[in-house]
């Protein structure tokens, strides 16, 4: 079974500190996403990543930045933490090959920024 | 535009009883996939539907898709309290190997003994 895992499940941090939220998957999968979920609003996508230090912008790049050095390892960068940033970041991995299973989720990071 | 619209966004419901949830999409695609979301955790993949007409069931959960009406459906049968949850669609509309997904806004479900 793939596993997705994400570094903390709760994290409390103050306006303005940098922010690194950091995601890991063992199946050897191109391609990685980071989500952010907010109560009414769905899912929206940050960035992902295709391949290692491939990146594209999501629908909401702006305040957050990503690194992908190892494949199995895609990290979210709150630059400098604003309130508005207080969400559920969900991480999710999927390969070209498996496409067709669709993208396999980590358990989230609770953000709040206080 | 690419839009994945679900609804209904909010679904009470006694136990014992059947209900639809529909997912209608933007544009053509032939890949889809619904996914459970139990509060406060992530998301749990569900069904996987890759071609017209296929369905899928697992317990009292059915998906249908239909890719000329650009329609999904998740069917519930005879619900139970466990079923509880928010149900996410989401539609693969690029082939290519982003694997990138567009999701509906999602449908809590809640069932009421």
């Known amino acids: 079974d793939v596993k997705v895992t994400q570094s903390s499940r709760y994290l409390v941090k103050r306006t303005g500190e940098k922010v690194f939220l950091e995601c890991v998957q063992d199946?050897?999968?191109?391609?990685m996403f980071w989500y952010r979920q907010d109560p009414g609003l769905g899912l929206r996508l940050i960035y992902f990543s295709y391949d290692v230090k491939m990146k594209e912008k999501g629908d909401i790049p702006e305040g957050y930045s990503v690194s992908r050095e190892k494949k199995e390892r895609f990290s979210l960068i709150l630059e400098s933490a604003s309130t508005n940033q207080t969400s559920m970041y969900l991480c999710a991995s999927s390969s070209p090959s498996t496409n067709r299973k669709g993208q396999f989720f980590g358990p989230g990071t609770r953000l709040t920024v206080l | 535009e690419l839009k994945v619209e679900q609804n209904p966004l909010f679904l009470s419901m006694q136990e014992g009883k059947n209900y639809t949830i529909y997912c209608n999409y933007s544009t053509t695609s032939d890949r889809l996939y619904w996914y459970r979301q139990d509060p406060g955790k992530s998301l749990e993949s569900l069904f996987v539907l890759l071609s017209n007409g296929a369905v899928k069931q697992e317990g009292r959960l059915m998906a249908s898709l239909d890719t000329k009406a650009r329609l999904s459906t998740l069917h519930i049968t005879a619900a139970v309290h466990d079923l509880s949850a928010t149900y996410f669609c989401?539609?693969?509309?690029?082939?290519?190997?982003?694997?990138?997904?567009?999701f509906g806004q999602g449908t809590t479900l809640q069932v009421k003994p």
């Open positions: 199946m050897d999968h191109e391609n």
């Open positions: 989401a539609v693969d509309f690029i082939s290519s190997n982003t694997g990138k997904l567009i």
